[in-house]
Nanobody
Framework: QVQLVESGGGLVQAGGSLRLSCAASGRSFDSYSMGWFRQAPGKEREFVANISWKSGEVTVYGHSVQGRFTISRDNAKNTLYLQMNDLKPEDTAVYYC?????????????????WGQGTQVTVSS
């Protein structure tokens, strides 16, 4: 089992950057593939990015963040990151990290076994 805690959210102007972190507790962080999702008020949860287990060789991004966001992991620190650049007002949402006990996880919420509590990101225009 793994517990996930996100941090790094906040208020930023359009065009700015933020880096989200997701600290994992428990054993064998590198045995989990990881993902980021987001949910804006009144909207469905949206896939943002995921990364495969171990060295994280495989990464996949949602269409709306491709080229602006970068997912990465530091297994020595049991931490997942999401570097967000060129932020837009439509990126405003609660961002969640998630873990799956699999080599690679998909882009749907039901592909994941564990979830964090979320961190708010607000982008002003």
């Amino acid at each position: 089992q793994v517990q996930l805690v996100e941090s790094g959210g906040g208020l930023v102007q359009a065009g700015g950057s933020l880096r989200l972190s997701c600290a994992a507790s428990g054993r064998s962080f590198d045995s989990y593939s990881m993902g980021w999702f987001r949910q804006a008020p009144g909207k469905e949860r949206e896939f943002v990015a995921n990364i495969s287990w171990k060295s994280g060789e495989v990464t996949v991004y949602g269409h709306s963040v491709q080229g602006r966001f970068t997912i990465s992991r530091d297994n020595a620190k049991n931490t997942l990151y999401l570097q967000m650049n060129d932020l837009k007002p439509e990126d405003t949402a609660v961002y969640y990290c998630a873990a799956a006990q699999a080599l690679y996880s998909g882009t749907q919420g039901h592909d994941y076994d564990y979830w964090g509590q979320g961190t708010q990101v607000t982008v002003s225009s």
